[in-house]
Nanobody, 123 residues
């Protein structure tokens, strides 16, 4: 099973940008659909974005369309989430996840998860 490690979170101001990275090991990265989720305390984990194995197709939740971009580098076994024009409501722990399914937009579709990275956006 693939192991996933996120990085790149931090504290930023509204309107700033961040790029999250998720490094994969222990599996064949190019065979996985990859996704990003986020979670705030007391709420369910929320789908953010997903990308196909080749990177040719992506899907986003409505609240991040036009601001976030998911991408992947199969040579580096890494998936990214570029987050622009950040808003305070984007504050959450962000998780990357791996799936064998497409489309994959529910947490139950993903079988491997990272430990999460905190993103805090101040107003």
């Amino acid at each position: 099973q693939v192991q996933l490690v996120e990085s790149g979170g931090g504290l930023v101001q509204a309107g700033d940008s961040l790029r999250l990275s998720c490094a994969a090991s222990g599996g064949t990265f190019r065979t996985y659909v990859m996704g990003w989720f986020r979670q705030v305390p007391g709420k369910e984990r929320e789908f953010v974005a997903a990308i196909t194995r080749s990177g040719s197709s992506t899907y986003y939740t409505d609240s991040v369309k036009g601001r976030f971009t998911i991408s992947r580098d199969n040579a580096k076994n890494t998936v990214y989430l570029q987050m622009n024009s950040l808003k305070p409501e984007d504050t959450a722990v962000y998780y990357c996840a791996a799936s064998y399914k497409w489309p994959a937009r529910r947490a139950v579709d993903f079988g491997s998860w990272g430990q999460g990275t905190q993103v805090t956006v101040s107003s």
